[in-house]
């Protein structure tokens, strides 16, 4: 059946594109009404199946964050008023596991699922996880439940068929269809891990968690959010991609959480010039920054060492590197390509588990913030030139940046016209090393300075409050 629809598509659309309707001779009208008819079949086919293993999710509770509460405005902190949501899922295992967006259930303490044949049941929560919006219930039944076929979401193309079914407004088995407009959307700032696919098939409140599936009527999708002026759709619609979905399921069934992959790095993207100044020809990677003693990483990278592939994957970004590490999971091996002093080579070791907290560059774009801090006098000031003027980290600066334990200077005024701030300079960063070479004084960066090779870029490591980068900047003439 799966073959035929997709035949009866091809050729469908390449008739409407080869004959439109208004100049479509009396011969081919038939045949274009042949093939609408087997592709309507084909699809209703498709649907129909799929729709015995897609269930409504009633949630109830005191608090919550549910899908509803996301996109509408709901009381306040410490109401109690109860709340509610209706999203979707789908079973994945006949004994009773579903697959569902941890924010359709988050905060709720009962929750009801219902299929198409009016079957309801309780489930139980076996785990969630935010970072990924993900979440696992399981419901039990004497006899085993339909599931809904699983696919490959790495084969998903632009272009490709996608039918949503879900419960948008609490309509429930609603049915769309659309094609994928997009793959591996990053920087939706939605989940703290992950890519996701992007689609024009409808999806409106209440399609969370429900499954976006192929023309051979296999999941590659959890639709989990739409990008909307208005509250509804509007043609850009998000899923998480099923490969990415189900490993993070599988942990959550078996132990109720998820063990992310750990390197023990800090990465920042490479910006311009940083390869040339390391004799690097790439255009291409992530930086090191630093390397968490003790950590998986270490003995096997070291800071200045540029990333270029993780795992056969190019490392185009650093979101793209920290994601595919987390989601690949903690005790897997993993290998890296790089660069170090202008030669290739090869790092591999077994990814440790992610801690709840880490220093691993994951917003190291953001900028320390802007405000004054008074040392009462316990330092001076210095103009570094470039259009720096930074002194000497203090205690007092450090715990109101976040700089503990660190040494460097810091930048107290920046020339918004000089050359630092071009290069990416801020207030409150600490300049930590100048070519390769650490400084915690002026005198040391006056010294790095005059032992940098002329009409060379000087190559700066600075700390943010979120992270490191590291740039070149150009010494004057």
């Known amino acids: 059946m799966a073959d035929k629809s997709i035949l009866a598509i091809t050729i469908f ?72 949501a209706i999203g979707s899922g789908f079973v994945v295992d006949p004994n009773g596991v579903i697959v569902t967006n941890s924010h359709v259930i988050a905060g709720m303490d009962e929750i009801d699922i219902v299929f198409k044949n009016g079957a309801e049941y309780e489930a139980e929560l076996l785990g969630s996880d935010p970072a990924t919006e993900v979440a696992v219930l399981k419901i039990e039944s004497r006899t085993p439940f339909a599931v809904l076929p699983i696919g490959d979401s790495s084969a998903v193309k632009p272009g490709h068929f996608a039918i949503a079914i879900g419960s948008p407004q609490g309509l429930d088995q609603t049915v769309t269809l659309g094609i994928i407009s997009a793959v591996n959307r990053k920087g939706m700032q939605v989940t ?34 739409i990008l909307s002026s208005s509250g509804g759709s509007q043609g850009l619609n998000f899923a998480i991609p099923i490969n990415d979905a189900m490993r993070i399921a599988e942990q959550l069934r078996e132990s109720g959480k998820v063990m992310r992959g750990y390197m023990g790095i800090s990465i920042s993207d490479l910006r311009k010039g940083v390869a040339d100044w390391l004799g690097v020809k790439t255009e291409q990677g992530v930086i090191v920054n630093f390397v968490a003693p003790g950590s998986p990483a270490d003995g096997h990278l070291q800071p200045y060492d540029i990333i270029t592939e993780f795992n056969g994957q190019p490392a185009t970004d650093k979101e793209e590197v920290r994601s595919a590490a987390a989601l690949a999971g903690a005790g897997v091996e993993t290998v890296f390509e790089f660069w170090r002093d202008g030669e290739r080579s090869t790092a591999r070791f077994k990814l440790g588990q992610r801690p709840e907290k880490t220093d691993d560059g994951k917003k190291d774009s953001e900028l320390p913030p802007e405000i004054k801090i008074y040392d009462s006098g316990e330092v001076d000031d210095a103009d570094l030139g470039f259009g720096i003027t930074a002194r000497p980290l203090t205690i007092r600066a450090a715990s109101k940046l976040g700089y503990g334990g660190m040494n460097g200077l810091r930048v107290v005024e920046i020339d918004r016209d000089g050359a630092a701030w071009r290069a990416g300079v801020r207030l409150n960063m600490l300049l930590q090393e100048v070519n390769r070479q650490p400084v915690e004084s002026v005198d040391d960066f006056q010294q790095a300075v005059a032992a940098a090779e002329a009409g060379k870029p000087l190559l700066l490591k600075l700390r943010s409050s979120n992270g490191w980068i590291i740039i070149t900047l150009q010494q004057n003439p």
């Open 13 to 84: 659309i390449t008739l409407i594109i080869a004959y439109p309707s208004q100049q479509m001779e009396a011969q081919e009208a038939p045949a274009a009404a042949s093939l609408m008819q087997q592709l309507e079949t084909e699809v209703a086919q498709i649907v129909e199946q799929a729709q015995t293993a897609v269930v409504q999710i009633k949630a109830r509770g005191k608090s919550g964050d549910s899908e509803r509460s996301r996109l509408r405005p709901m009381p306040g902190p410490g109401s109690d008023q109860p709340k509610s």
């Open 192 to 225: 703290e891990y992950g890519k996701f696919l992007q689609t024009d098939t409808s999806i409106n409140q209440g399609n969370s968690g429900g499954p976006l599936i192929n023309s051979r009527g296999e999941a590659i999708g959890v639709n989990t959010f």
